[in-house]
Every structure is written in structure tokens, then in C-alpha cells.
């Protein structure tokens, strides 16, 4: 699973690298763009079914629940964002890039569906098959479809192709052992949706961390100045996928003994949560002294100026890990409306933070607001977990 993961996000992140080197930053902050503006949307529809899912050991809905949940939220993804572009103000190459986009969100969310079957199942390989299929051969689309035309819309194609393409693949290898079509109930599929809306409300102000710098950086600098940040924070998701991989799986092993037996649980989730930022912090010690090395290694003698914004981004990762940590021992506890609380304070904390800094100190500004938020999140996760338990 995990290696799955990273093949798929080293994938799509090529594309950042691809666009980077060959100087089409503008391109490569429209997409950024595309994706920012499409993602509350993506982020809301999949509910956070997929944890919901893994998490469900008592089996309240079925796996045609599930999967046609998923289904019914892609297409109200999709529908979501024609919406908002039809009423926007942005122009015509930025709607239709954002239209195109949001086909691909829709294939991803029901992408979810076989991912958390898969590992539910503990079929990891299935899932890294799926994953590494889908990032390669959306990489490799939209590299070639770019070379040729060097537009933005058309390559963006080449990455439905490799989504689609994976949900095929998906579809032939759940249908060998279940019959996802059977007993299809709309209703109950629709009150699954219902009863997650709160997550999804939760998961949009989460995915609002990521965006809000954004947004301000593109209002006050620019596209080009979008790409450049873009390009130097997609570091710190890359790594952040990684994690969350890694978590997930750490996640399964957990929730099978949290009622149980709650003092192995305590020291599992203690033990993993020292054993990753460990990990994590040695990591930074090299990339630290290496910096200016790092940053004309992966993005060419252009970047030779941001070799601190590089290492302050790979030095984000730890926070984010924290912070995504504290959400996923509040889905082991099944706290899902503190999640939304929690997001909701770290939502307006990251606003006031970034409206105050970005135009002050760039990308440093974003950083500090970015850092910050993902601490006061970690801190609130954790006490709100402890709280819980102690009732």
C-alpha cells in the first residue's frame, strides 16, 4: 500500500518537476491554481468515507453501500464545480481546466471505494498495483500530450486517461470475489452520505490549510510566484502522503485491538507517533547542511534562491504529520464531530495568520501561518483524545 502510494505521488509530482524545468512556471501555477480551486470540492464529496469504512468493524452499511456512496458523491463533485465555475470570475482557460479537473476528482473518489476495500482486506498489493498504475500513467499522458502542445487543457486529459484506466483495473479485480452491483439500495447509499456530511464539512476546512496560503500568494504575487511555491511545497506533501500511508496501515493494526485491549492501543499509537517524527527529524539534519544542493538537484539552478524555503517546507512535514496524526486517533475513537470543531478553529487561525503574514514575508509568512495552525491542530486532537478517554 504504502509503496503504492508513493509511486503514485512521485508520479503526479514529476509533473510539477517536468513543468519547473522546462520553465513554464505560469502553467504550472494555472494548474496549481485548478487544483486548489477544485479541491473543497473533491475534499467535502468523499465524505471521509474511506475512514468511515475502515473503520466500520461491526458492518453498519455493505460494501455496495459503500461503493455506490461513491458513486453519488463523484457525481455531485463534478456538478458542484461546474457550478462554481459557471458563476465565477476567473477566465475561460481556468473554467475549462477546472471542468476537466473535476472528472478527474470524481474518478479519485471513486477510486477510495477499492482502496479502502483492498485494505480492508489487507490486499496491499492490490492497492499498490492501482496506485502506481494511476500516477504512471497520468504522468506519462500529460508529459507526452505537454510536449507536443504545450497546453495546459489538453495535457490535463492524459490525466483522466490514467485514472480511468485505474477504475477499470479496479473494477476487474474487486469483481473476482464481490458482486458490487447486487442489492443496490439508493436510500441507504444516500444516508451513508448523510450521516458523514459533518466529516466531509470537517475534511473542507482541513483541505482549507493547504489552499488558504495559496490563495493569498496568487492574489498579492501571482501565478508565477503560485508556481514557485507550489513546486517548492509539493516537498512537504509528498512526504505527507507517505506518512499518511504509513499511518493508515498503523491505523487498521490499531482499531482491530482499541476495544479490546485500550493499553496496547495507548502504546502503539505513543510508540508509532515517536518512531515517525523521529524518523522525520534525523531526516532534516542532512537536508539542512545539503539545502542548496537539494533544491538545484530536484528543480534546476532556477531555484537556487529557495534553498530555505525547501528546507522550511521538508521542516513542515513534521507539524502536518502531527496534525494529521491527532485526526487519526480521533477516527479510532470514532470522534468524528470534534474533528470538526478542531478544523474549524484551525481554519480561522490559518486565515488571520496568513492575511497577516503573506504580504509581510512572502513565503516565509505562508510558512509561519502554515506551521503554527498545524501545531494548534496536533495540540487540540490530542486533548480532545485524552479527554474522551478519561470519561
Same mark, same amino acid.
Given at each position: 500500500?504504502?509503496?503504492?502510494?508513493?509511486?503514485?505521488? =512521485? %508520479?503526479?509530482? #514529476?509533473?510539477? $518537476?517536468?513543468?519547473?524545468?522546462?520553465?513554464?512556471?505560469?502553467?504550472?501555477? +494555472?494548474? *496549481? &491554481?485548478?487544483?486548489?480551486?477544485?479541491?473543497?470540492?473533491?475534499?467535502?464529496?468523499?465524505?471521509?468515507?474511506?475512514?468511515?469504512?475502515?473503520?466500520?468493524?461491526?458492518?453498519?452499511?455493505?460494501?455496495?453501500?459503500?461503493?455506490?456512496?461513491?458513486?453519488?458523491?463523484?457525481?455531485?463533485?463534478?456538478?458542484?464545480?461546474?457550478?462554481?465555475?459557471?458563476?465565477?470570475?476567473?477566465?475561460?482557460?481556468?473554467?475549462?481546466?477546472?471542468?476537466?479537473?473535476?472528472?478527474?476528482?470524481?474518478?479519485?473518489?471513486?477510486?477510495?471505494?477499492?482502496?479502502?476495500?483492498?485494505?480492508?482486506?489487507?490486499?496491499?498489493?492490490?492497492?499498490?498495483?492501482?496506485?502506481? =498504475? %494511476?500516477?504512471? #500513467?497520468?504522468? $506519462?499522458?500529460?508529459?507526452?500530450?505537454?510536449?507536443?502542445?504545450?497546453?495546459? +487543457?489538453? *495535457? &490535463?486529459?492524459?490525466?483522466?486517461?490514467?485514472?480511468?484506466?485505474?477504475?477499470?483495473?479496479?473494477?476487474?479485480?474487486?469483481?473476482?470475489?464481490?458482486?458490487?452491483?447486487?442489492?443496490?439500495?439508493?436510500?441507504?447509499?444516500?444516508?451513508?452520505?448523510?450521516?458523514?456530511?459533518?466529516?466531509?464539512?470537517?475534511?473542507?476546512?482541513?483541505?482549507?490549510?493547504?489552499?488558504?496560503?495559496?490563495?493569498?500568494?496568487?492574489?498579492?504575487?501571482?501565478?508565477?510566484?503560485?508556481?514557485?511555491?507550489?513546486?517548492?511545497?509539493?516537498?512537504?506533501?509528498?512526504?505527507?502522503?507517505?506518512?499518511?500511508?504509513?499511518?493508515?496501515?498503523?491505523?487498521?493494526?490499531?482499531?482491530?485491538?482499541?476495544?479490546?485491549?485500550?493499553?496496547?492501543?495507548?502504546?502503539?499509537?505513543?510508540?508509532?507517533?515517536?518512531?515517525?517524527?523521529?524518523?522525520?527529524?534525523?531526516?532534516?539534519?542532512?537536508?539542512?547542511?545539503?539545502?542548496?544542493?537539494?533544491?538545484?538537484?530536484?528543480?534546476?539552478?532556477?531555484?537556487?534562491?529557495?534553498?530555505?524555503?525547501?528546507?522550511?517546507?521538508?521542516?513542515?512535514?513534521?507539524?502536518?504529520?502531527?496534525?494529521?496524526?491527532?485526526?487519526?486517533?480521533?477516527?479510532?475513537?470514532?470522534?468524528?464531530?470534534?474533528?470538526?470543531?478542531?478544523?474549524?478553529?484551525?481554519?480561522?487561525?490559518?486565515?488571520?495568520?496568513?492575511?497577516?503574514?503573506?504580504?509581510?514575508?512572502?513565503?516565509?509568512?505562508?510558512?509561519?501561518?502554515?506551521?503554527?495552525?498545524?501545531?494548534?491542530?496536533?495540540?487540540?486532537?490530542?486533548?480532545?483524545?485524552?479527554?474522551?478517554?478519561?470519561?
Amino acid at each position: 500500500m504504502i509503496g503504492g502510494n508513493i509511486i503514485s505521488a =512521485l %508520479s503526479m509530482w #514529476l509533473i510539477t $518537476l517536468y513543468l519547473v524545468r522546462v520553465d513554464a512556471l505560469e502553467d504550472l501555477g +494555472t494548474l *496549481s &491554481l485548478v487544483q486548489s480551486l477544485g479541491l473543497v470540492f473533491f475534499i467535502f464529496c468523499t465524505f471521509k468515507l474511506m475512514n468511515v469504512q475502515i473503520s466500520d468493524v461491526e458492518k453498519k452499511f455493505s460494501e455496495v453501500d459503500y461503493y455506490f456512496a461513491r458513486i453519488i458523491s463523484a457525481i455531485l463533485c463534478i456538478v458542484l464545480i461546474a457550478f462554481y465555475m459557471l458563476f465565477s470570475n476567473y477566465n475561460l482557460l481556468i473554467k475549462v481546466c477546472c471542468l476537466i479537473y473535476a472528472i478527474y476528482y470524481g474518478l479519485m473518489i471513486v477510486k477510495e471505494y477499492f482502496s479502502a476495500s483492498f485494505q480492508i482486506d489487507r490486499k496491499y498489493r492490490s492497492i499498490f498495483i492501482s496506485n502506481s =498504475l %494511476s500516477g504512471i #500513467l497520468s504522468c $506519462l499522458c500529460f508529459i507526452a500530450i505537454y510536449s507536443f502542445t504545450k497546453e495546459i +487543457t489538453a *495535457s &490535463l486529459v492524459g490525466i483522466i486517461v490514467g485514472g480511468g484506466m485505474c477504475i477499470i483495473l479496479n473494477h476487474f479485480m474487486i469483481n473476482n470475489e464481490k458482486n458490487i452491483y447486487s442489492d443496490f439500495n439508493f436510500l441507504k447509499s444516500l444516508q451513508l452520505i448523510k450521516n458523514n456530511l459533518f466529516l466531509g464539512l470537517s475534511a473542507v476546512l482541513v483541505s482549507g490549510l493547504i489552499l488558504i496560503p495559496r490563495f493569498f500568494i496568487e492574489n498579492i504575487y501571482g501565478l508565477k510566484a503560485l508556481g514557485v511555491f507550489s513546486a517548492i511545497t509539493s516537498i512537504m506533501f509528498f512526504i505527507n502522503i507517505f506518512l499518511n500511508s504509513l499511518t493508515q496501515v498503523l491505523l487498521r493494526e490499531t482499531i482491530d485491538i482499541y476495544d479490546i485491549d485500550k493499553v496496547k492501543s495507548y502504546k502503539k499509537i505513543v510508540l508509532n507517533f515517536l518512531f515517525i517524527t523521529l524518523i522525520i527529524l534525523f531526516g532534516l539534519i542532512p537536508v539542512y547542511f545539503w539545502r542548496n544542493f537539494i533544491v538545484v538537484l530536484i528543480f534546476g539552478e532556477n531555484f537556487v534562491n529557495y534553498s530555505d524555503e525547501l528546507f522550511y517546507s521538508i521542516a513542515l512535514s513534521v507539524f502536518l504529520f502531527w496534525f494529521n496524526y491527532g485526526n487519526f486517533i480521533l477516527t479510532i475513537q470514532r470522534n468524528f464531530g470534534a474533528q470538526v470543531y478542531i478544523s474549524t478553529i484551525a481554519f480561522i487561525a490559518q486565515l488571520v495568520l496568513c492575511y497577516c503574514l503573506v504580504s509581510l514575508y512572502s513565503y516565509l509568512g505562508a510558512f509561519i501561518a502554515m506551521g503554527s495552525t498545524y501545531i494548534l491542530g496536533f495540540i487540540a486532537c490530542t486533548l480532545t483524545f485524552l479527554w474522551k478517554e478519561k470519561k
